[in-house]
T-cell receptor, first 112, second 114 residues
Framework: GQQLNQSPQSMFIQEGEDVSMNCTSSSIFNTWLWYKQDPGEGPVLLIALYKAGELTSNGRLTAQFGITRKDSFLNISASIPSDVGIYFCAGNPNTNAGKSTFGDGTTLTVKP | NAGVTQTPKFQVLKTGQSMTLQCAQDMNHNSMYWYRQDPGMGLRLIYYSASEGTTDKGEVPNGYNVSRLNKREFSLRLESAAPSQTSVYFC?????????????FGQGTRLTVV
């Protein structure tokens, strides 16, 4: 089946630093999604990407849909303590149907 | 608007016991999903239902059954629980008719099988 490699597995950063994480796939995806999971909660969608090369921002978060359609990147600028959590990428071969494949997550720790 | 509601939030079972995890969504979504989350392994799809009346196996269906009771409700049943099924279970829903694949998740059910 489709596999996603998400890296890094974990990050420990200082408040105010920028963060980058990425996902790569062995297959082409037509949708890339980025979720954040707070402790004890379910994942919440941050950004959805539907077009190769697309660059989308949501506040301090910016995500890009790789031009090959096999990768995606998420950047967080000027991190703050509430950015702590697990970030998941998810890819979908479709643009209008569910059943996305999830990466294993990047655990972010922000030190004040 | 509650979104996706899962019950129970916590459960401890003995090996061999059975139980049903309940999930309901109030967003009129067609598609619903059950995932399990284990440390360091992300979210793995157990079963999904593309629409009312249909269910399909996901990546890790063994040991589970599902029922799409109606458009709102999608339950997950463990017939004979095993320690390997200790995990956090998430239900999710999405509405492909809206032109997207974004899933909305419940808060999870933390299941321990002893």
């Amino acid at each position: 089946g489709q596999q996603l490699n998400q890296s890094p597995q974990s990050m420990f950063i200082q408040e105010g630093e920028d963060v980058s994480m990425n996902c790569t796939s062995s297959s082409i995806f037509n949708t890339w999604l980025w979720y954040k999971q707070d402790p004890g909660e379910g994942p919440v969608l941050l950004i959805a990407l539907y077009k190769a090369g697309e660059l989308t921002s949501n506040g301090r978060l910016t995500a890009q849909f790789g031009i090959t359609r096999k990768d995606s990147f998420l950047n967080i600028s000027a991190s703050i303590p509430s950015d702590v959590g697990i970030y998941f990428c998810a890819g979908n071969p479709n643009t209008n149907a569910g059943k996305s494949t999830f990466g294993d997550g990047t655990t972010l720790t922000v030190k004040p | 608007n509650a979104g996706v509601t899962q019950t129970p939030k916590f459960q401890v079972l003995k090996t061999g016991q059975s139980m049903t995890l309940q999930c309901a969504q109030d967003m009129n979504h067609n598609s619903m999903y059950w995932y399990r989350q284990d440390p360091g392994m992300g979210l793995r799809l157990i079963y999904y239902s593309a629409s009312e009346g249909t269910t399909d196996k996901g990546e890790v269906p063994n040991g589970y059954n599902v029922s799409r009771l109606n458009k709102r409700e999608f339950s997950l049943r463990l017939e004979s629980a095993a320690p390997s099924q200790t995990s956090v279970y998430f239900c999710a829903s999405s509405d492909p008719r809206g032109g997207g694949t974004e899933a909305f998740f419940g808060q999870g059910t933390r299941l321990t099988v002893v």
